[in-house]
């Protein structure tokens, strides 16, 4: 089992930067593959990136392709979401995820996979 924290959501203005953490307890962190996803306001919970276990893999959602970056460091236990030109579309309460898995490359994309949520954090961009 896994638990999940994020940190890092805050009052951006447009075009600014924010890079989101989600710390995990565990011992097995290095066997799960690990997602974002965010809810915007009024709306359902959409994919945002995910990340292989062995982070050799990655997968984006078409609206944040080229502008934000999901890493891992399993010494650290830690999933970061790096966020750059952010724009008021963007405004949503951001979650992490984790699901076990037991092949190294593969990542998971719908969050009905996912087993394991932090309690999210929230993100605002102002225009």
């Known amino acids: 089992q896994v638990q999940l924290v994020e940190s890092g959501g805050g009052l951006v203005q447009a075009g600014g930067s924010l890079r989101l953490s989600c710390a995990a307890s565990g011992r097995t962190f290095s066997s799960y593959a690990m997602g974002w996803f965010r809810q915007p306001p009024g709306k359902e919970r959409e994919f945002v990136a995910a990340?292989?276990?062995?982070?050799?893999?990655?997968y984006y959602a078409n609206s944040v392709k080229g502008r934000f970056t999901i890493s891992r460091d399993n010494a650290e236990n830690t999933v970061l979401l790096q966020m750059n030109s952010l724009k008021p579309e963007d405004t949503a309460v951001y979650y992490c995820a984790a699901e076990r898995s037991l092949v190294n490359a593969r990542i998971f994309t719908l969050p009905t996979t996912y087993d394991y949520w932090g309690p999210g954090t929230q993100v605002t961009v102002s225009s």
């Open positions: 990340l292989s276990r062995d982070a050799s893999t990655t």
